[in-house]
């Protein structure tokens, strides 16, 4: 079965650099999902999509910003990197309505040096 | 606010051993759900189980099993007869009502010696 597609899979950016990581999900899924785990943390929320708008707001900088094409994939743009940055970044899809089935991507590792 | 604990950090076990993951959650919501995810070394996370607020019953899957009690605001998760293939990360979480977003807890890593 196809799954969450997130690329790329390892980014290495310095500080002040900015970053653009892309998610694909689960054909026929129309909601996405943004979270960053900071090393030995829990996954935090940032940000998710539906069809294209922004339905709820976590605790996203104002340094990034995400948006949902019509094709339903998403990209997750970061500005002015800083060391904390530095995290794997999961991008999760579902169908609107599933109560929190998500399912998840690999992840991004972004190191920031 | 939503908050979930999972107060046990770490947790060694030799294998074939049984081993409990506790989880506690906190919500004012009167339907939500509730799930567990594993992330083993290698990174990814995996959705093991859901579960919805109205529905008690425990769950058992193989040799992973579930006890959720509202009473006491927990659900908790059982490995039975433990394999070094169980050694991982495991995070309980939760979502709202809208499920649009998960609230996980700390985690608890989970290291099943041979």
């Known amino acids: 079965a196809a799954g969450v597609i997130q690329s790329p899979r390892h980014l290495i950016k310095e500080k002040r650099e900015t970053a653009t990581l892309k998610c694909y999900p689960i054909?026929?899924?129309?909601?996405v999902y943004w979270y960053q785990q900071g090393p030995g943390q829990d996954p935090q929320f940032l940000i998710s999509?539906?069809?294209?708008?922004?339905?709820d707001k976590g605790s996203i900088p104002d340094r990034f910003s995400a948006q949902q094409f019509s094709d339903y994939h998403s990209e997750l743009n970061m500005s002015s990197l800083e060391l904390g940055d530095s995290a794997l970044y999961f991008c999760?899809?579902?169908?609107?309505?599933?109560?929190?089935?998500?399912?998840f991507g690999p992840g991004t590792r972004l190191t920031v040096t | 606010a939503q908050k979930v604990t999972q107060a046990q950090t770490e947790i060694s076990v030799v294998e074939k051993e049984d081993v409990t993951l506790d989880c506690v959650y906190e919500?004012?919501?009167?339907?939500?759900?509730l799930f567990w995810y594993k992330q083993p070394p290698s990174g990814e996370l995996v959705f093991l189980i859901r579960?919805?607020?109205?529905?008690?019953q425990n769950e058992i899957s193989g040799r992973y099993s579930w006890n959720f009690q509202k009473s006491t605001s927990s659900f908790n998760f059982t490995i039975t007869a433990s394999q070094v293939v169980d050694s991982a990360v495991y995070f309980c979480?939760?979502?709202?009502?809208?499920?649009?977003?998960?609230?996980f807890g700390g985690g608890t890593r989970l290291m099943v010696k041979p």
């Open positions: 999760a899809s579902s169908l609107q309505g599933a109560f929190g089935e998500q399912y």
């Open positions: 919500t004012r919501d009167t339907t939500y759900y």
């Open positions: 979480a939760l979502s709202n009502n809208a499920g649009n977003m998960l609230t």
């Open positions: 054909p026929r899924h129309d909601t």
């Open positions: 579960r919805n607020s109205f529905d008690e």
């Open positions: 999509f539906y069809e294209k708008m922004q339905s």
